[in-house]
């Protein structure tokens, strides 16, 4: 059974610049998170994706999206992009958040900004 | 914000020995969940011990879990060079998205 898929696995980016990230999840898994990874904050909650519905939150400005597909594949987008949205952008799939189960996380997007 | 803290944040102990990562959370939960990440890449889920169980064990890993004191910990026995990674607990609640503390960085000395 393949993994989370997330691409690219690294990315330069220059401030005001536009980014679109991937992440396909398990075969099955209908539930898609991201979050952002950082030295200082650690691990921290973007967005749940259910069934194409975005079903949480996180407290992130506007400038971060995502949306889900009908196939279970997500995509996140960060706008006019800054200096601090320098990261790790993990996605981790699930068969159903309502259901407590594991999370499976994918390899992980390294997004630098300069 | 975060819900769980791990302590101690980083760990050093020679191979062999073993590794104690405590869990302090602030709300009531459904389940707590605990993960290991090598550097730079994605988590990997190691265990899950729901509200109502207060000991499990998986191989050398050993997690018990106190409601009562809202805290966790995860005990890895005989621990080896390969176990050198970040640890962190996650909690769960009802239709909430997993919510991570800041990490234990063990590091296992050959």
């Known amino acids: 059974k393949a993994g989370v898929t997330q691409t690219p696995r690294y990315l330069i980016k220059t401030r005001g610049q536009q980014v679109t990230l991937s992440c396909s999840p398990i075969s099955g898994h209908r539930s898609v998170s991201w979050y952002q990874q950082t030295p200082g904050q650690g691990l921290q909650f973007l967005f749940e994706?259910?069934?194409?519905?975005?079903?949480n939150k996180g407290n992130f400005p506007g400038r971060f999206s995502g949306r889900q597909f009908s196939n279970s594949r997500s995509e996140m987008n960060v706008s006019t992009l800054e200096l601090g949205d320098s990261a790790l952008y993990l996605c981790a799939s699930s068969l159903d958040r309502v259901v407590n189960t594991e999370a499976f996380f994918g390899q992980g997007t390294r997004l630098t900004v300069v | 914000s975060q819900q769980g803290e791990e302590d101690p944040q980083a760990l050093s102990i020679q191979e062999g020995e073993n590794a104690t990562m405590n869990c302090s959370y602030k709300?009531?939960?459904?389940?707590l969940q605990w993960y290991r990440q090598n550097s730079g890449r994605g988590l990997v889920h190691l265990i899950l011990i729901r509200s109502n169980e207060r000991e499990k064990h998986s191989g050398r890993l050993r997690v018990t879990l106190d409601t009562s004191k809202k805290s966790s910990s995860l005990l890895i026995t005989a621990s080896r060079a390969a176990d050198t990674a970040s640890y962190f607990c996650a909690t769960d609640q009802e239709n909430t998205p997993l919510v991570f503390g800041k990490g234990t960085r063990l590091s296992v000395i050959a």
């Open positions: 994706y259910f069934s194409e519905t975005q079903r």
């Open positions: 709300t009531s939960i459904n389940n």
